[in-house]
């Protein structure tokens, strides 16, 4: 194993960081039961790829900033993503009045 | 002129099959002028078998070796197996020329007859058409070189008699009767189709030329055992047209046709095709002696069972079917005991006085208004002479009385049977010969003598009906001086018409006049219960001593009630049985198992469709895990592409 | 003297901020009121900034708190009130698959994790430059120019697309859509 808590703090590390990050968020998409839960969690996924994008970009292609650039676009996709996906929440919740996922249940038709 | 009718023999049976046509397409309205085609048909008909039935009986080579004109009908190949091939034809030798003079005779005669006694019938001229077309499948039948061909014109003959017995279609007893007779000949015709198949596959040839000299050395081509039961197959056939016990039922019941059917199809010519049959393929069931002994032993039996029945019934036309299935029974027996020339002779006679018999009582019929009871009947040969001077001379006939013709065919018989050494059999047949004397000559007094019954009002049928009578008595009368043993040796029956070898056999005078008490003693005893005792006092008290057995014979031995308790429990229920099966278990089980099965699969994974987006999530999730497992064990470096990082 | 400069600091900052993060985020998972997950978000969006400028980002860092710990969770605070419950302390519970689904996330982890540590990446010796804001702004208006514009162009759908869902339906809207 590459990696044991020396102090150096190298690429692997942030790597690590961001699959435990990035499983946390998986996890709060699965279990929970709050649209507005899931659609948090998704950011802390989205994040977890950012994370992920500038160590790769720091580490490995320092002089491009191609993992900065490529994290702003993730960030404006995901603002722009919650934008619409509390509209579709707030949509569905007037006509619905729930916001439990367990009670969304059209797509077995 | 003879040779033109030997040459073109096949216009015997096509003659009667024209006017059937003619008169089914043209002439229908016209019922004189189908009655005129019909007749003029068969009397053409006739002409041509007497020449040629004369060409063959001057033509001593013919006994060995039969005239055959054959063309090929048609031909199978076969793949793995000798080609198929079948002939039409036909042959012409002495029994052969006998019996298309006899049939196209008696047709002819009956036919005239039809004409007095099927006037006013609205079927009229479709009577004709069909009698027409029976004479033609007859004759077809009797004039046959090939087996197959001869099996067609059996089952047209069927098909004939159904359609003539049911011609009084408004009764119900008459439709019943057809389809009895069609039914239980069927069931044998099966036997006899399955035989002909044997004959074909073991001996690849089913013309009757080639298959007795194929027959003859039958261990080149199969066993013992299996010659046995193609005999017996073949024999089954006979057994149901013939009217042999256990399948005679049919023949009492198809009295319901009009009797000038019943003179014809069920006295003289239909019922003896199975006879002819096994005449005909001596050849095989004379290589068989278990075959022989079986035709033998049922020939006897139908004789006598059928003449114990004959004994009580009272219907006329009953007694004289009974009678036609003893005679049955007697040809039968002669054959059993290995001679055709016995055989064909007593089919010869039998024919002329039997159809005699019908018509007279046919004639009796017209006269009282179908009324049938003999203790109705009375005194009738004072205002029915003709009538019932014929029917007594049918009587003698049938009793056994020289010169009369069944005299001698009879006394054929019985000496066959002796001279074999079939004693037990030889008994049965003279008893027989006994009983049949004594019920037909209880008729004649109980119909014929006596005082008329006031109810009655008899009076002579026409010409057409009494003539028909007249011929058929002479022949009758002298039938039978063809076979005497005192015949010069050129015209003796057993000269021309034999198996095996021509038997030129001694008078046995004990036979002979051991027949001639039977007969005389049979009609004496019926004169005394019948004629002498006016109130028939002592006929009652005798049936009523034997009451038990005389319920027996008059229900004819309950035959028909264990058939139909037979068809009823064990066919019905097995056929119960099978419905019972398809519908439990095909129809339950498998069938219903089957979608049971399927609709628990189908809704143990609907559970899976939730509708629910994490569910699925979930198990998209797990997909991925899993094929990234499946990658590592099989392509490690592109599972760590999947989940992240390059080696 | 020497303390301060032999101490590596990088790695201090790093493994506190990833304490943080992941804290965070498991509040964020693990509360049953949705207000108080929205606030850890909050925490966690803030603390992966601080990461970010370990890992010399600092425009991305600052980009970070303003999008996400400002804007995005300010939006869904007010998602929030809008889907009013009177019962905040039970908003956020956990569905019938948890136990499942942590199997599967914890062996997620496990694999990610396992194969990004034991690859042999192939490290650039290379420092990132000083000045992030210049060369990303030239980057972005020259080589990336198309992925702009079509993020600018996403941005306005998505609002449009944001505005129309949301909008409150009146009768006559209604009656219109009912055809």
Not at chain 1, 21 to 40: D, E, S
Request: with cysteine.
């Amino acid at each position: 194993m590459m990696l044991h808590l020396t102090l150096t703090v190298s690429l692997a590390h942030y790597l690590v960081l961001s699959a435990i990050l990035f499983g946390i968020g998986l996890f709060g998409v699965l279990v929970k039961k709050n649209a507005i839960a899931v659609l948090i969690c998704i950011e802390l996924m989205l994040n977890a790829v950012n994370i992920n994008l500038i160590a790769f970009s720091k580490y490995v292609t320092p002089g491009d900033f191609i993992g900065q650039i490529f994290a702003i676009f993730v960030i404006t996709v995901a603002a722009a993503e919650v934008g619409v996906g509390l509209a579709i929440i707030i949509a569905i919740y007037r006509n619905r009045l729930s916001v439990n996922l367990d009670d969304f249940d059209w797509l077995k038709w | 002129m003879v040779e033109f009718a030997m040459q073109h023999a096949w216009l015997v049976p096509l003659l009667p099959a024209l006017s059937f046509v003619i008169i089914v397409l043209l002439t229908r309205p016209w019922q004189k002028l189908s009655a005129l085609v019909s007749i003029t048909g068969m009397i053409s008909s006739c002409v041509i078998a007497a020449l040629a039935a004369y060409g063959v009986f001057t033509n001593h080579a013919l006994t060995e070796k039969p005239l055959v004109y054959a063309a090929r009908w048609f031909s199978l190949g076969l793949p793995g197996a000798p080609d198929l091939q079948i002939n039409v034809g036909v042959q012409l030798d002495p029994t052969s020329a006998m019996m298309i003079f006899m049939v196209s005779l008696v047709a002819s005669l009956i036919q005239i007859y039809s004409v007095g006694y099927m006037e006013g019938d609205p079927g009229f001229s479709v009577f004709f058409s069909y009698l027409s077309l029976f004479a033609s499948s007859m004759l077809l039948l009797v004039i046959s070189s090939n087996l197959l061909q001869m099996f067609v014109a059996w089952e047209l003959v069927g098909l004939c008699s159904y359609l003539l017995i049911g011609f009084y279609t408004h009764k119900i007893s008459a439709r019943e009767a057809a389809k009895k007779a069609f039914v239980t000949c069927r069931v044998a015709d099966f036997g006899l189709l399955l035989g002909l198949l044997a004959l074909q596959i073991v001996f690849g040839t089913l013309d009757m030329v080639e298959l007795s000299e194929k027959v003859h050395h039958f261990e080149e081509y199969t066993t013992m055992g299996i010659m046995t039961l193609i005999a017996v197959l073949v024999f089954l056939g006979p057994i149901g047209k013939s009217g042999q016990f256990p399948l005679h039922v049919w023949l009492p019941d198809a009295m319901e046709g009009p009797t000038p059917v019943s003179a014809l199809i069920h006295a003289a010519t239909m019922v003896v095709a199975g006879v002819y049959l096994v005449g005909r393929t001596m050849f095989l069931f004379s290589e068989v002696p278990a075959a022989m002994e079986l035709i033998a032993v049922t020939g006897a039996f139908t004789a006598l069972f059928a003449a114990t029945i004959a004994l009580t019934q009272r219907e006329i036309k009953r007694i004289l079917a009974y009678s036609t299935v003893s005679q049955l029974g007697y040809m039968m027996l002669a054959l059993g005991v290995g001679s055709l020339t016995a055989s064909m002779f007593h089919l010869w006679t039998h024919a002329f006085f039997k159809a005699l018999m019908f018509l007279a009582a046919g004639s009796v019929l017209h006269a009282l208004h179908h009324k049938a009871d003999v203790w109705e009947m009375g005194g009738l040969l004072k205002k029915m002479p003709i009538t019932g001077g014929t029917f007594v001379v049918g009587g003698l006939a049938i009793a056994g009385i020289p010169p009369f013709a069944g005299f001698w065919s009879k006394d054929e018989i019985l000496l066959m049977a002796y001279n074999s050494g079939h004693y037990v059999l030889f008994a049965m047949a003279a008893l027989t010969a006994f009983m049949t004397a004594f019920y037909m000559w209880r008729l004649i007094f109980l119909a014929f003598f006596g005082d008329e019954k006031p109810e009655n009002h008899p009076h002579e049928s026409p010409w057409t009906m009494t003539m028909p009578l007249v011929v058929l008595a002479v022949m009758a009368t002298i039938g039978g001086l063809v076979g005497t043993p005192w015949t010069p040796w050129d015209m003796n029956w057993a000269n021309w018409i034999w198996f095996h070898e021509a038997h030129h056999g001694e008078p046995n005078y004990m036979i002979m006049i051991g027949s001639v008490v039977l007969a005389a003693s049979g009609i004496f005893l019926a004169y005394q219960l019948y004629c002498v005792d006016k109130t028939k006092a002592r006929a009652h008290a005798l049936a009523d001593k034997y009451r038990a057995l005389h319920t027996l014979s008059f229900n004819k031995f309950y035959i028909d009630e264990i058939y139909l308790w037979f068809n009823h429990s064990i066919i019905d229920g097995a056929a119960k049985l099978f419905f019972m099966f398809d519908i439990y278990i095909m129809d339950g089980i498998i069938i219903n198992g089957i979608a049971a099965v399927t609709r628990l699969f189908g809704e143990g994974a609907r559970v899976s469709q939730t509708g629910r987006l994490q569910n699925y999530a979930l198990v998209f999730f797990l997909g991925v895990l899993a094929v990234a497992v499946i990658l590592a064990f099989t392509d490690p470096s592109s599972a760590g592409l999947m989940l992240g990082g390059v080696k | 003297m020497g303390l301060i400069e032999s101490i590596d600091w990088t790695a201090i900052a790093f493994y506190v901020l990833a304490a943080h993060i992941i804290v965070a985020a498991l509040l964020v998972v693990c509360l049953r009121n949705i207000v108080h997950s929205v606030l850890w978000l909050a925490v966690c969006f803030v603390a992966m900034a601080g990461l970010f400028l370990t890992l010399n980002a600092d425009f991305l860092a600052a980009v970070q708190v303003m999008v996400y710990a400002g804007a995005v969770c300010i939006m869904v605070v007010f998602g929030i009130m809008l889907i009013r419950r009177t019962d905040m302390g039970h908003t956020n519970l956990f569905n019938g698959q948890t136990k499942i689904a942590g199997g599967v996330v914890a062996l997620v982890i496990v694999l990610c994790g396992a194969l990004s540590a034991r690859t042999q990446w192939v490290l650039s010796t290379d420092k990132v430059p000083d000045k992030t804001v210049e060369n990303i702004a030239t980057l972005l208006l020259s080589k990336y120019v198309v992925p702009f514009e079509v993020a600018a162009l996403l941005l306005l759908v998505a609002l449009i697309g944001a505005i129309i869902l949301a909008k409150e339906v009146t009768d006559d809207a209604a009656s219109d859509s009912d055809r």
